[in-house]
C-alpha cells in the first residue's frame, strides 16, 4: 500500500469546461452527472494509498485531460482531508471517504474508450464598453478637474482605467486596474514638485538649466523602469498581478546607444574640425549623426521594444518577444517607405497630367456632360487649380496610409508570437482599418467640438483589443501571482514627464 493521493484543485483556465468534464467521465467510466458533481469540489481526494509511480501516472492522465491535481505524500507532509461529495445519488460516493475512481487503463486492465486529449484554446480579448458609458465618465472627469484646478485628475484617471480594464475581458474574466487616486495623487504632487525645480533652475541660470536637463536625462531610465513596475503592477487578471523587473542597469544599457552616438559625434566633429576650415566639423559632425541615425534607429526600436516585453511577467511568469531586428529594418526601409512612394507617385503624375490636353479635353466634356448645366459658367482655368488639389490630397492620404501601416506593423510586430511560457499571442492589426478610424475619429471629434472623445477613443481601444487572441496552453494555470509592493511614483513621474511607454 502506498502512500500517496491525487487532490484535485481546479479545471485548468485553458481548457473547455464541458470537454474536461466528458474525459473525467470517459477516464473513469462515470456518469456525467456524477463526473460534474465531483469537479464542482476543488481540494477533493479522488485516490489514496498510491505508490509514487502509480500517483504520477495518474497525474499525468489527469493533467491531460486538463484538471490541475496534486500528489501528496502522506509519509512527508500531512495528508489532505477527504470531504463528502454531493452526487445524484448519495450511495455513490461513501461519506468522508475519498474516491473510489477505476483504476486507469495503463495502471490496471487495458480496457474501455481511450482518453482524447486535449489541445490549446483560443481565447480572444473583448471589450463589452461603449462611447455613451464612457461619456458619462470622461464629462463628470472634465468638468470636476476643471473646478479642482486638476486635483481631481487622479480620482478621473482611476476612473477611466477601472472601466476600460473593466471591461476588458478574456474567458469570460476582466482586468483590474489596483491603483487608488492617493497613490496617483503623491506620483503626480512628486512629479510637479519636480518639474518646477527644473523650469525654475532654466530661469535661473543658462548652467543650472543645462544641469537640470542632463540630471533628466540620466534619470530617464530609471522613471521608465519604475513608470513600467507601477502601470503593470497595477493590474491583474485572475487575482493574479502583472509586473515588471526593475533592471536599472538594462534601461542604462539601453540608453547607452544614443548617448554613445551623440559622443562619437561630436569627437568625430572636433577631429574633422581641427584640420580643415572652422565650421567644417559641424557640418560634418551633423551629417555623421545623420546616417548613423538613420542605421540605427530600427535596431535601437527593436532593443527598447524588446527590453519592455521581455521585463513584463505575470505572476512569476516573464513574457518572450518574437519578433527579429531584420523584421524592423525591413518594416522601416522597405514596406513603409514603399507605400509612402506609392502616394508621392499619385502627386507628380497629376502635376504632370494637370497641363496636358487630354486631362482638358477630359474636362471639357465631363462640364458637357452636366445635365443642370450647373457647371457651364465655370472658368476654363478652374482645372489648374482643381487637380492640383485632388492629387494634394492623394499624396496626404498616401501619406496617412504610410503613417497607418507603420503603426499597424509596429503593433503587430510587438504582440504578433508573445508568449508566456507556453501560451502564444497572436495580433492583426489592419493598416486599413486603423486608418479608417483615424480619418472617421478626427472628422467626429471636428464636428463635434470634441465631444466625440469618448466614442472615439472607445471604437479605437475595441478594434485594437479585437485584434489580439490568446493561444492559451496547459502551463497558464501553473503561473502563481508574486505579491510585490508597487509605487505610483515612477509611473507618475514619467507620465508628467511625457516618457511614459506603454507596453
Known amino acids: 500500500m502506498g502512500t500517496c493521493q491525487i487532490v484535485y484543485n481546479s479545471i485548468m483556465l485553458a481548457m473547455d469546461k464541458q470537454e474536461v468534464i466528458d474525459g473525467f467521465a470517459r477516464l473513469f467510466k462515470l456518469s456525467p452527472d456524477k463526473a460534474s458533481a465531483i469537479l464542482a469540489r476543488p481540494k477533493t481526494v479522488l485516490r489514496s494509498n498510491l505508490d509514487a509511480a ?40 461513501p461519506v468522508a471517504q475519498p474516491l473510489a475512481l477505476a483504476p486507469l487503463p495503463e495502471v490496471a ?15 480572444p480579448f473583448d471589450f463589452a464598453g461603449s462611447g455613451g458609458e464612457y461619456c458619462r465618465i470622461w464629462l463628470v472627469n472634465v468638468l470636476l478637474t476643471l473646478l479642482t484646478l486638476g486635483v481631481y485628475s487622479a480620482w478621473a484617471k482611476v476612473r477611466t482605467q477601472q472601466y476600460f480594464y473593466g471591461n476588458t475581458s478574456i474567458d469570460g474574466a476582466s482586468f483590474r486596474y489596483l491603483a487608488t487616486p492617493a497613490q496617483i495623487l503623491k506620483g503626480r504632487a512628486i512629479g510637479l514638485i519636480l518639474l518646477l525645480l527644473y523650469f525654475g533652475l532654466q530661469q535661473f541660470s543658462l548652467q543650472a538649466g543645462l544641469v537640470a536637463l542632463a540630471a533628466l536625462v540620466i534619470a530617464t531610465p530609471a522613471l521608465l523602469v519604475l513608470g513600467m513596475n507601477a502601470r503593470l503592477g497595477f493590474t491583474a487578471w485572475r487575482n493574479v498581478r502583472f509586473g515588471f523587473e526593475r533592471d536599472f542597469a538594462g534601461a542604462y544599457k539601453l540608453l547607452a546607444l544614443p548617448l554613445l552616438l551623440l559622443a562619437a559625434v561630436a569627437a ?10 572652422p565650421g567644417s566639423g559641424i557640418s560634418t559632425g551633423v551629417g555623421i549623426a545623420m546616417l548613423l541615425f538613420v542605421l540605427l534607429l ?11 516585453v521581455e521585463h513584463a511577467r505575470y505572476g512569476n511568469a516573464f513574457f518572450a518577444f518574437a519578433a527579429r531586428p531584420l523584421q524592423y529594418y525591413l518594416l522601416f526601409y522597405v514596406k513603409a517607405p514603399l507605400v509612402f512612394i506609392g502616394g508621392m507617385v499619385l502627386f507628380f503624375v497629376g502635376i504632370a497630367l494637370t497641363g496636358s490636353d487630354e486631362v482638358r479635353a477630359a474636362f471639357d466634356a465631363w462640364k458637357q456632360f452636366s445635365l443642370e448645366g450647373g457647371l457651364a459658367g465655370l472658368p476654363d482655368g478652374l482645372l489648374s487649380y482643381l487637380l492640383p488639389l485632388v492629387f494634394g ?30 501560451s502564444v499571442l497572436s495580433c492583426n492589426v489592419e493598416a486599413g482599418r486603423l486608418l479608417w478610424l483615424w480619418l472617421s475619429n478626427t472628422l467626429g471629434i471636428v464636428l ?11 471604437r479605437m481601444v475595441r478594434y485594437r483589443l479585437s485584434c489580439l487572441t490568446l493561444h492559451a496552453s496547459y502551463d497558464l494555470d501553473d503561473i502563481v501571482s508574486e505579491a510585490r509592493r508597487v509605487d505610483a511614483v515612477g509611473q507618475e513621474v514619467s507620465d508628467l514627464f511625457d516618457i511614459d511607454i506603454a507596453l
Open 109 to 123: 486492465a487495458d480496457a474501455g474508450e481511450p482518453v482524447r486529449l486535449h489541445g490549446n484554446r483560443d481565447l
Open 268 to 277: 568625430l566633429g572636433r577631429l574633422v574640425e581641427q584640420g580643415g576650415e
Open 54 to 93: 502509480t500517483a504520477e501516472i495518474y497525474r499525468e492522465k489527469l493533467v491531460a485531460i486538463g484538471l490541475d491535481v496534486d500528489v501528496v505524500d502522506t509519509s512527508l507532509v500531512k495528508p489532505v482531508p477527504a470531504r463528502a461529495i454531493d452526487v445524484v445519488r448519495a450511495t455513490d460516493v
Open 393 to 422: 490630397a492623394l499624396f496626404v492620404v498616401g501619406y496617412l496610409v504610410a503613417i497607418a501601416y507603420l503603426q499597424a506593423s509596429q503593433f503587430n510586430l510587438r504582440y504578433h508570437g508573445m508568449s508566456l511560457g507556453k
Open 448 to 458: 463635434t467640438a470634441g465631444l466625440f472623445i469618448p466614442w472615439a477613443k472607445v
Open 298 to 308: 530600427p535596431y535601437w526600436i527593436f532593443a527598447a521594444t524588446r527590453f519592455l
